[in-house]
């Protein structure tokens, strides 16, 4: 079990489709994280959530839904997505978030290959 | 804004030997933290080796250290001994004392058998 667990590891859909990508973590964190990895580029932070409220949105389009029921589990929900979202979403989690925390290690999960057609 | 520079998109090893791979970053902070994460094939980020910047020491984990330059804003990582399952993409990460992470690009590490 790697500690954080992302499904699927992969998904094609079409612009119209309506999908929903999971993430849970089994290492007791409070914070978690999506990021967006297209080739060339560095990870974009798209979502960070601690102790279950959105605390970082870093100016991503609405078509993208973050949801984290519980500390354990988020959820991108995808929506009328574009061509160019086309990448690889992965997952993370810290023990903590927010201003000096010395906890300072993200695990990541092993990413949902994301294609749109 | 914190930005984290990977010049090197490629590089390549022989089995056995040394290589360094570069990373540099820009802030006004005088408190972070230093990261290399490996993706594999796999595509799971795994930590390799971590450093805080008020540590003048540099850190080392097994076959992987860092060359940390504080002034200079580099944080070079060394891979000695280099294996075939040390190839994949390497990312230079910084982290924030208000826990933002900052990624460079990725050098993506070939070992020759």
């Known amino acids: 079990e790697t500690g954080v667990t992302q499904t699927p590891r992969h998904l094609v859909m079409g612009m119209t489709n309506k999908k929903s990508l999971k993430c849970e973590q089994h290492l007791g964190h409070n914070a978690m994280y999506w990021y967006k990895q297209s080739a060339k580029k560095p990870l974009e932070l798209m979502f960070v959530y601690s102790l279950e409220e959105r605390v970082e949105n870093n100016s991503v389009p609405s078509r993208f839904s973050p949801e984290c029921p519980n500390s354990s589990h988020l959820f991108l929900h995808l929506h009328t997505l574009q061509p160019e979202d086309s990448a690889l979403y992965l997952c993370a989690s810290s023990q903590d978030w927010g201003q000096g925390i010395r906890d300072t290690e993200a695990f990541f999960g092993q990413g949902t290959r994301l294609t749109v057609v | 804004a914190q930005t984290v520079t990977q010049s090197q998109p490629e590089m390549s090893v022989q089995e056995a030997e040394t290589v360094t791979l570069s990373c540099t970053y820009d802030t006004s902070e005088s408190d972070y933290y230093l990261f290399w994460y490996k993706q594999p094939p796999s595509r799971q980020m795994i930590l390799v080796i971590r450093q805080e910047a008020y540590k003048q020491q540099n850190a080392t984990e097994n076959r992987f250290s860092v060359n940390f330059q504080k002034a200079a804003k580099s944080f070079s990582l060394k891979i000695s001994d280099s294996q075939l399952g040390d190839a994949a993409m390497y990312f230079c990460?910084?982290?924030?004392?208000?826990?933002?992470?900052?990624f460079g690009t990725g050098t993506s590490l070939t070992v020759i058998p």
């Open positions: 990460a910084y982290r924030s004392m208000g826990n933002q992470f900052y």
